[in-house]
């Protein structure tokens, strides 16, 4: 299987900050490679498909980049309600092997 | 609107059984793919079945086969997950979640899951 790979596992910023959390796959994905936010007692959320399409409704102060095996999601101008988890995903393989990355849990300072 | 709101979720000992439900509206249900995605706690996601329209195909990760099974009801709008021989590893947040697809310019097909539940908690413990 292709493993996902987060990092940071979490950070801590300010409101107006720029936040970027890296993915990276094991082997490439193009640009298979979808972002959810997940907000505690909340359904998760789709923010970015294909590395870099926002997802309808998404502010855009969301941004993803990326190909092959190396993807960022850039928060521009971080806001309080931006607190949650955020996840990678690959859907370059079979279904049943599609991955997630670990998470990376974003908080306000 | 569209929503999806999965039950059944509860405390069981090892080796027994759960069936969870997830209910959907606010959409042409049985057009679409579902999935049931699970998280532990301090880890990643991780999916665990997959249904296609028509019950066309069907997939389970390999710590589901012979134990899990998933089914529909398009005249109910619901996706199920009997689970048996439960296992204290099989505790987790499940989510079920809509399959959408997006044909880009260039011919590639993105796959995601655009509607998700806020989830049902399995606990397997003695």
């Known amino acids: 299987d292709i493993q996902m790979t987060q990092s940071p596992s979490s950070l801590s910023a300010s409101v107006g900050d720029r936040v970027t959390i890296t993915c990276r796959a094991s082997q490439t994905v193009l640009t298979y490679l979808n972002w959810y936010q997940v907000k505690p007692g909340q359904a998760p959320k789709l923010l970015i498909y294909g590395a870099s399409s926002l997802n309808s409704g998404v502010p855009s102060t969301f941004s993803g980049s990326g190909s092959g095996t190396d993807f960022t999601l850039t928060i521009n101008s971080l806001q309080p309600e931006d607190l949650a988890t955020y996840f990678c995903q690959q859907t370059f393989s079979t279904p049943q092997t599609w991955t997630f990355g670990q998470g990376t849990k974003v908080e306000i300072k | 609107q569209v929503r999806l709101l999965e039950s059944g979720g509860g405390l069981v000992k090892p080796g027994g059984s759960l069936r969870l439900s997830c209910t959907a509206s606010?959409?042409?249900?049985?057009?679409?793919?579902f999935t049931w995605i699970r998280q532990a706690p301090g880890k990643g996601p991780e999916w665990v079945s997959y249904?296609?329209?028509?019950?066309?195909?069907?997939y389970y990760t390999d710590s589901a086969k012979g134990r899990f099974t998933i089914s529909r009801d398009d005249a109910n709008s619901s996706v199920n997950l009997q689970m048996n021989s439960l296992r204290p590893e099989d505790t987790a947040l499940y989510f079920c979640?809509?399959?959408?697809?997006?044909?880009?310019?260039?011919?590639?097909?993105?796959?995601?899951?655009?509607?998700w539940g806020p989830g049902t908690l399995v606990t397997v413990s003695s």
């Open positions: 249904i296609g329209t028509s019950d066309t195909p069907i």
């Open positions: 979640a809509r399959r959408n697809s997006y044909a880009s310019s260039s011919g590639r097909k993105y796959y995601f899951f655009d509607y």
């Open positions: 606010g959409f042409s249900f049985s057009a679409f793919f």
